[in-house]
């Protein structure tokens, strides 16, 4: 696992504890939408159906208020924000189990509930608050942005299978943006490549001569969605350079070889 970068870029939480539930509130309207054949249709996501990936979005935001109605766990070892990334292809199999175990017979009266009791559980809940994680502890506002990745991502998955054209909340998608980029700068240290991704994220990885001025000999650029898709296995580096998705200039702008970040 990479080690995360000693100054971890700081987020609003305010913003971020918002940017949950507009994500959230996206995905229950367009669920409501889905008829059952759409629901029980396939997506990209192995054996799961839509029905599934809807149970999945409904639990990654019910598991804030379910960590933090249980007691802090003395002595668990603290999770860097950075490190999360890292540590969710390990944790597939019990992912799976807990969106198996969601109830979806009534996503829409289940999806309401959940948003509701995700506003009560924030109420005077510290940034500071740890929640414990099966592989470490976080912070609130650290777990909270985990949630905006995990909604962005599964609201793309969403699109993909349904069409629906599902909204991206522009917080959320900025959110789930960086920490991905920073990630991928955890993941390669290094100064030799500016990878761009406008309006939301500029980070320098993988290692050689560092850039200090003028335009950077080795830069990569996307949109977020396509870095979002790359990030996360969704979408593959030669596929997106050879669509225009990406640009990429210089002899060390290749970053295959450290893709996907998240399995």
């Known amino acids: 696992m990479p080690p995360a970068k000693k100054r971890t870029r700081r987020y609003d939480s305010a913003k971020t504890r918002a940017a949950v539930l507009a994500q959230f509130a996206h995905v229950r309207e367009a669920v409501a939408a889905l008829t059952p054949e759409q629901l029980d249709g396939p997506?990209?996501?192995?054996?799961?159906?839509?029905?599934?990936?809807?149970?999945?979005?409904?639990?990654?935001?019910?598991?804030?208020?379910?960590?933090?109605?249980?007691?802090e766990r003395p002595g668990q070892e603290r999770l860097a924000l950075l490190d999360w990334p890292f540590m969710t292809a390990g944790a597939a199999e019990r992912i799976d189990a807990h969106t198996r175990a969601v109830d979806a017979s009534d996503l829409p009266g289940l999806s309401a509930r959940v948003a509701?009791?995700?506003?009560?559980?924030?109420?005077?809940?510290?940034?500071?608050?740890?929640?414990?994680?099966?592989?470490?502890?976080m912070t609130l506002a650290d777990f909270l942005v985990t949630r905006t990745v995990e909604l962005v991502v599964h609201t793309d998955d969403l699109n993909a299978a349904t069409g629906a054209g599902v909204p991206y909340d522009r917080q959320a998608l900025a959110a789930c943006t960086r920490l991905l980029a920073d990630a991928l700068a955890a993941k390669a240290p290094g100064g030799a490549v500016e990878v761009r991704i406008p309006p939301y994220a500029v980070v320098q990885c993988?290692?050689?001569?560092?850039?200090?001025?003028?335009?950077?000999?080795?830069?990569?650029?996307?949109?977020?969605?396509?870095?979002?898709?790359?990030?996360t296995g969704r979408a593959e580096w030669a596929t997106e350079l050879d669509g225009a998705r990406v640009g990429a200039s210089g002899e060390r702008a290749d970053l295959k070889d450290f893709l996907p970040l998240m399995g």
């Open 43 to 71: 997506t990209r996501l192995g054996e799961w159906t839509v029905r599934d990936l809807a149970a999945h979005l409904v639990w990654t935001v019910d598991d804030v208020t379910q960590l933090l109605a249980a007691p």
């Open 116 to 137: 509701a009791d995700y506003e009560r559980a924030l109420q005077g809940a510290s940034d500071e608050r740890l929640v414990a994680l099966s592989f470490g502890a």
């Open 206 to 231: 993988v290692e050689g001569p560092r850039h200090t001025r003028g335009t950077p000999p080795n830069v990569v650029e996307t949109d977020p969605l396509t870095w979002i898709r790359l990030a």
